[in-house]
């Protein structure tokens, strides 16, 4: 376990804004892991779990009390065989698209649309991670955590973690306002050994592809197709590319009632795309109620934080931008969009030392 002191947190985050860590505890192992973890708690000390900061938006006063890095990694197939698939457990430092291009390298099926996204394993179940018709719910088979509470090992069936549209219990049971009840140590996948992708459900996808909306495709062109997609929206990060330094998404979509969605098309003098959601609703796109609402590609600049020239829906760090400046953009576009639609976006990264 290594220790540092004032540690910037700007350099842990994809949108690389943050003051520095009074205390930053990096965890190699999953016992160093639940070890720091419990230290922090038992001395009743502010704790912030750092995951791949793909997620997280931190302010310039950085972080009172400790920071606890999950740096644990390493991938172990529990079984595999036709019938049960692939069983796989994955620590939860270990880099998420690291452990995709493994899987679609070994011909294991159902990660393959989540290619590209940054960050650890160990978020996709908080976050209920999806992209291009796939969530995680769909192949996760169980999550071994933390319970700060209690201090005791807790391990979670897929029917316990409550996933819903980014969101599940560990993302809802909260300990205190900078983090969860549970901290994820690691998270067992269920796939299909197959060569064939899951049914692709996403036009755009699909057509790239040259295939019809549910057809199967190779893994390997499958993950390529999804890369480049995710590229032009300036979603998998690149150092020399401006418009990666964000959270990806920062808004999630709004799931409303067909009502609403009919009062927007009103107001908008068109009619928002729609996407059935549980009980009746429909989720409506964003990025869509963002640029009607007069925020377009580029929004901002040349400030140092300004929507991306590609895609809507990321805020980016132009350059020196702080996590203030961030956050009074997203503000800006949030309450935009509510005044023009009446429907509110909600936040995707978490905030530290700042408020929406």
Known sequence: MKELSGEPLAEHTTMRVGGPAARYVIAETTDELVDAVREVDDADEPL???????????????????VVQVANTGVR??????????????SAGEPWDDFVAYACEQEWSGLEALSGIPGLAGATPVQNVGAYGQEVAQTIAQIRTLDRVTGMIRTFGVADAAFAYRDSIFKRTRMDAFGGRYVVLEVAFQLHPQPLST???YADLATQLGIDQGQRAPLGDVREAVLAQRRRRGMVLEAADKDTWSCGSFFTNP????????????????????????????????????ERAGFGKGYGLPGPAALSTKHPLAITN?????????????????????????????????LVGLEL
């Open 48 to 66: 912030l779990v750092l995951s791949g900061g793909s997620n997280l938006v931190i302010g310039e006063a950085g972080f009172p009390g400790t």
């Open 77 to 90: 197939t529990e079984s595999l065989d036709e019938c049960s698939g692939a069983y796989v457990w994955v």
């Open 199 to 201: 049914p692709v459900r």
């Open 255 to 290: 799931i409303v009632t067909p009502t609403v969605a009919d009062e927007v098309a009103e107001r908008a003098g068109e009619a928002p795309p729609r996407f059935a959601a549980p009980d009746g609703l429909v989720k409506l796109p964003a990025a869509w109620l963002i």
């Open 318 to 350: 132009r350059g020196g931008a702080t996590g203030e400046q961030i956050v009074a953009l997203a503000r800006e576009v949030r309450d935009g969009v509510q005044d023009k639609f009446g429907v509110t976006l909600v936040n995707e990264p978490v």
